[in-house]
C-alpha cells in the first residue's frame, strides 16, 4: 500500500520521456493550502444557499441525488440543530456544524421519535468516522443507542411510538447498505445488522417486507462484487508480456489495435465501457482508507491495517497503466516507419474522442503513453505526425498552475453533465490521479482533530464534498453499445514491459548515443538471448 500511495501521489502528465504516472514534478503538486482552499467541484457554484432551520423534524426528509447534496461552503446548510445538540458536545457557528466529540456525533447520527440526521450529515459521517473507529465499531454503537434509547428491546413498548421510530432506524440503515455496501462484508458487521433489522421486523407486517426488501439489494450489491472482483484476479493471471508472444508468434500474423478497430470514436466509446465500469466498484470509503492514519486518541494499534481496503481503488489505478502501456507497445511494435506514424495518428484521434466524451482518464493515459521515453524518442516517425491536434491535447492537460487548463475543462464537462438531455452528456471521468491527490492533500492540510480533542467536522464536510461528486459520475450509464472483440482486447491483450518497450523502440530507430548502445546490448542480451 505504501508503495502504491508513493507511486500514485507521485504522478503527473509525464514530459517526453517519462514512465506513466510515476513522474514527479513540483510545479504539479498540489500545495497544502492550495489543496484547502482550491475548488475542485463544480457543484457548489449551482446549488442553491440553504439556511438552516432551527426546528426539530417530524417528517422523513426527502433522500435528494449526490448532486444536490452540497452546497458552495462545502455541505448541505438544511442540517436542522437541536437544543440538546446546541449543548451536548457538538459545537456551531452560524449555526453550521464545525466539530464535536466522536461521542456527541454518534448520537447525532442515530434517530429518535423527534429527529432524522440529514442525508448530508449521514454521508460525511460513515465516510469519515472510519478515520477514528472501525465501521464494525460504530454499527454496534448505533445498535446500542437504537435499541437501548429507542426501548426496541421491551415487547410493550408503545406501539405507536415503534411506528414512529422504526422507519426511521430502517431509514438510516438503507443509506448505509446503499451507499457504504462494502462495510457489511465484515461478518460482525452483517450480525450486527441483522440483529437490528430482526428487532425492526417483528413489529409490522410493511416492515419485515423493507427489511427483507434492503437484505436482498445488500446481498446482491456483495455478490456482484465478489464477481467483478474474480474477474479481475482472472484477467491478471492470465496476463503475459507481449515480447513473450512474440518470440513465439510471427510478428506477420500479429494483430494490432486498428485491425480490432479501425474507428477512433468506437475505441473511445469501448475505453468510455470500462473506465465506468471500474469506476462504479471503486467504494467512497476507498478514498478515506488509502490514507488512513492511527487516531492519536486511540489506543488499539493494531486495527488500522484492517481498513486499508482499497483494492478497487488501486484496480482502477493499474488499469491506467495497462492503457498507458499498451498505447507505447502499439507504436512501438511495428517494424515499418509509416505503420508506426499511422498508429501514433489514431492514438491522437482516439483521445480526442475521449476529451469531446468526457472521459479524462483514458485521454491522459493515452498522452501518457505516447509520452514514454521509447516512443518520444522515435524521431524519424514522429516528423511523419501532424501533430497539431496533440498539441493541444496536451496544452489542455498541461499540468501547470496545478493542471488550471485541465480543471477549466472539467468543470465544463460537469455543467454539461448536470444540463444533460442525454446520458451520453452526463458522461464525466475524471483524472482519476489527480482527483487522489486532490483529497490526498485536503487530508494532508487539515488536522482530524482540534486540540480539544473535538473532531474537526469543517475538514470532512469538504472531503464529502469532493467524493459525493465523484458518486455522481461514476454512477451514470454507459450509453454506447458494448464490443465484446474490442474490450476483450483491450482488457488481455498483452503489453510490452518498460525494458521490451525500449528494446522495441531501438530496433526500430537505432541508438544515438553510447548509453543507448549499451542499454540495446544488454536488453538484447537478457531478453532475446543475443547480442
Same mark, same amino acid.
Given at each position: 500500500?505504501?508503495?502504491?500511495?508513493?507511486?500514485?501521489?507521485?504522478?503527473?502528465?509525464?514530459?517526453? =520521456?517519462?514512465?506513466?504516472?510515476?513522474?514527479?514534478?513540483?510545479?504539479?503538486?498540489?500545495?497544502?493550502?492550495?489543496?484547502?482552499?482550491?475548488?475542485?467541484?463544480?457543484?457548489?457554484?449551482?446549488?442553491?444557499?440553504?439556511?438552516?432551520?432551527?426546528?426539530?423534524?417530524?417528517?422523513?426528509? @426527502?433522500?435528494?441525488?449526490? $448532486?444536490?447534496?452540497?452546497?458552495?461552503?462545502?455541505? !448541505?446548510?438544511?442540517?436542522?440543530?437541536?437544543? &440538546?445538540?446546541?449543548?451536548? =458536545?457538538?459545537?456551531?457557528?452560524?449555526?453550521?456544524?464545525?466539530?464535536?466529540?466522536?461521542?456527541?456525533?454518534? @448520537?447525532?447520527?442515530?434517530?429518535?421519535?423527534?429527529?432524522?440526521?440529514?442525508?448530508?450529515?449521514?454521508?460525511?459521517?460513515?465516510?469519515?468516522?472510519?478515520?477514528?473507529?472501525?465501521?464494525?465499531?460504530?454499527?454496534?454503537?448505533?445498535?446500542?443507542?437504537?435499541?437501548?434509547?429507542?426501548?426496541?428491546?421491551?415487547?410493550?413498548?408503545?406501539?405507536? @411510538?415503534?411506528?414512529?421510530?422504526?422507519?426511521?432506524?430502517?431509514?438510516?440503515?438503507? &443509506?448505509?447498505?446503499?451507499?457504504?455496501?462494502?462495510?457489511?462484508?465484515?461478518?460482525?458487521?452483517?450480525?450486527?445488522?441483522?440483529?437490528?433489522?430482526?428487532?425492526i421486523a417483528s413489529g409490522e407486517e410493511t416492515y419485515r417486507?423493507?427489511?427483507? @426488501?434492503?437484505?436482498?439489494?445488500?446481498?446482491?450489491?456483495?455478490?456482484?462484487?465478489?464477481?467483478? &472482483?474474480?474477474?479481475?484476479?482472472?484477467?491478471?493471471?492470465?496476463?503475459?508480456?507481449?515480447?513473450?508472444?512474440?518470440?513465439?508468434?510471427?510478428?506477420?500474423?500479429?494483430?494490432?489495435?486498428?485491425?480490432?478497430?479501425?474507428?477512433?470514436?468506437?475505441?473511445?466509446?469501448?475505453?468510455?465501457?470500462?473506465?465506468?465500469?471500474?469506476? !462504479?466498484?471503486?467504494?467512497?470509503?476507498?478514498?478515506?482508507?488509502?490514507?488512513?492514519?492511527?487516531?492519536?486518541?486511540?489506543?488499539?494499534?493494531?486495527?488500522?491495517?484492517?481498513?486499508?481496503?482499497?483494492?478497487?481503488?488501486?484496480?482502477?489505478?493499474?488499469?491506467?497503466?495497462?492503457?498507458?502501456?499498451?498505447?507505447?507497445? &502499439?507504436?512501438?511494435?511495428?517494424?515499418?516507419?509509416?505503420?508506426?506514424?499511422?498508429?501514433?495518428?489514431?492514438?491522437?484521434?482516439?483521445?480526442?474522442?475521449?476529451?469531446?466524451? =468526457?472521459?479524462?482518464?483514458?485521454?491522459?493515459?493515452?498522452?501518457?503513453?505516447? !509520452?514514454?521515453?521509447?516512443? $518520444?524518442?522515435?524521431?524519424?516517425?514522429?516528423?511523419?505526425?501532424?501533430?497539431?491536434?496533440?498539441?493541444?491535447?496536451?496544452?489542455?492537460?498541461?499540468?501547470?498552475? !496545478?493542471f488550471y487548463n485541465y480543471r477549466t475543462a472539467l468543470r465544463?464537462?460537469?455543467?454539461?453533465?448536470?444540463?444533460?438531455?442525454?446520458?451520453?452528456?452526463?458522461?464525466?471521468?475524471?483524472?482519476?490521479?489527480?482527483?487522489?491527490?486532490?483529497?490526498?492533500?485536503?487530508?494532508?492540510?487539515?488536522?482530524?482533530?482540534?486540540?480539544? =480533542?473535538?473532531?474537526?467536522?469543517?475538514?470532512?464536510?469538504?472531503?464529502?464534498?469532493?467524493?459525493?461528486?465523484?458518486?455522481?459520475?461514476?454512477?451514470?450509464?454507459?450509453?454506447?453499445?458494448?464490443?465484446?472483440?474490442?474490450?476483450?482486447?483491450?482488457?488481455?491483450?498483452?503489453?510490452? $514491459?518498460?525494458?521490451?518497450?525500449?528494446?522495441?523502440?531501438?530496433?526500430?530507430?537505432?541508438?544515438?548515443?553510447?548509453?543507448?548502445?549499451?542499454?540495446?546490448?544488454?536488453?538484447?542480451?537478457?531478453?532475446?538471448?543475443?547480442?
Amino acid at each position: 500500500m505504501a508503495k502504491f500511495l508513493a507511486e500514485l501521489l507521485g504522478c503527473t502528465l509525464p514530459s517526453k =520521456g517519462a514512465s506513466p504516472m510515476f513522474e514527479s514534478k513540483s510545479h504539479s503538486r498540489v500545495g497544502l493550502k492550495s489543496s484547502t482552499k482550491q475548488k475542485t467541484t463544480i457543484f457548489s457554484a449551482l446549488a442553491s444557499e440553504k439556511s438552516l432551520s432551527d426546528c426539530k423534524k417530524e417528517s422523513m426528509p @426527502q433522500t435528494p441525488p449526490f $448532486s444536490a447534496m452540497f452546497d458552495s461552503s462545502g455541505y !448541505n446548510r438544511n442540517l436542522y440543530q437541536s437544543a &440538546e445538540d446546541s449543548c451536548g =458536545g457538538l459545537y456551531y457557528h452560524d449555526n453550521n456544524l464545525l466539530s464535536g466529540s466522536l461521542e456527541a456525533l454518534i @448520537q447525532h447520527l442515530v434517530p429518535n421519535v423527534d429527529y432524522y440526521p440529514d442525508r448530508t450529515y449521514i454521508f460525511t459521517f460513515l465516510l469519515s468516522s472510519r478515520l477514528f473507529m472501525h465501521p464494525y465499531e460504530l454499527m454496534a454503537k448505533v445498535c446500542h443507542l437504537c435499541v437501548e434509547h429507542q426501548q426496541l428491546s421491551d415487547p410493550d413498548s408503545d406501539k405507536n @411510538q415503534m411506528r414512529k421510530i422504526a422507519p426511521k432506524i430502517l431509514q438510516l440503515l438503507t &443509506e448505509w447498505t446503499e451507499t457504504f455496501p462494502y462495510d457489511f462484508r465484515d461478518e460482525r458487521m452483517m450480525r450486527n445488522l441483522k440483529d437490528l433489522a430482526h428487532r425492526i421486523a417483528s413489529g409490522e407486517e410493511t416492515y419485515r417486507k423493507n427489511v427483507q @426488501q434492503m437484505m436482498q439489494c445488500l446481498i446482491r450489491k456483495l455478490a456482484t462484487l465478489s464477481q467483478y &472482483e474474480e474477474v479481475l484476479a482472472k484477467i491478471s493471471s492470465t496476463s503475459t508480456d507481449r515480447l513473450t508472444v512474440l518470440k513465439t508468434k510471427p510478428q506477420s500474423i500479429q494483430r494490432d489495435i486498428i485491425t480490432i478497430c479501425n474507428d477512433p470514436y468506437t475505441l473511445a466509446q469501448q475505453l468510455t465501457h470500462i473506465e465506468l465500469e471500474r469506476l !462504479n466498484y471503486i467504494g467512497p470509503e476507498e478514498f478515506v482508507q488509502a490514507f488512513v492514519q492511527k487516531d492519536p486518541l486511540d489506543n488499539d494499534k493494531s486495527c488500522y491495517s484492517e481498513r486499508k481496503k482499497t483494492r478497487n481503488l488501486e484496480a482502477y489505478v493499474e488499469w491506467f497503466n495497462r492503457l498507458s502501456y499498451l498505447v507505447a507497445t &502499439e507504436i512501438c511494435m511495428p517494424v515499418k516507419k509509416k505503420h508506426r506514424a499511422r498508429m501514433i495518428e489514431y492514438f491522437i484521434d482516439v483521445a480526442r474522442e475521449c476529451f469531446n466524451i =468526457g472521459n479524462f482518464n483514458s485521454l491522459m493515459a493515452i498522452i501518457s503513453g505516447m !509520452n514514454m521515453s521509447p516512443v $518520444s524518442r522515435l524521431k524519424k516517425t514522429w516528423a511523419k505526425v501532424k501533430t497539431a491536434k496533440f498539441d493541444i491535447l496536451e496544452h489542455q492537460m498541461d499540468p501547470s498552475s !496545478n493542471f488550471y487548463n485541465y480543471r477549466t475543462a472539467l468543470r465544463g464537462a460537469a455543467q454539461r453533465s448536470l444540463t444533460a438531455h442525454s446520458s451520453r452528456e452526463k458522461i464525466v471521468i475524471p483524472f482519476f490521479s489527480l482527483l487522489i491527490k486532490d483529497i490526498y492533500f485536503l487530508n494532508e492540510g487539515c488536522a482530524n482533530r482540534l486540540p480539544n =480533542g473535538h473532531v474537526n467536522f469543517e475538514k470532512f464536510w469538504e472531503l464529502a464534498k469532493q467524493v459525493s461528486e465523484f458518486m455522481t459520475w461514476k454512477q451514470v450509464e454507459c450509453p454506447f453499445e458494448r464490443d465484446r472483440k474490442i474490450l476483450q482486447y483491450l482488457l488481455t491483450v498483452p503489453v510490452f $514491459s518498460e525494458d521490451a518497450l525500449y528494446l522495441a523502440s531501438y530496433e526500430s530507430e537505432g541508438p544515438e548515443n553510447h548509453i543507448e548502445k549499451d542499454r540495446w546490448k544488454s536488453l538484447r542480451s537478457t531478453l532475446l538471448g543475443r547480442v
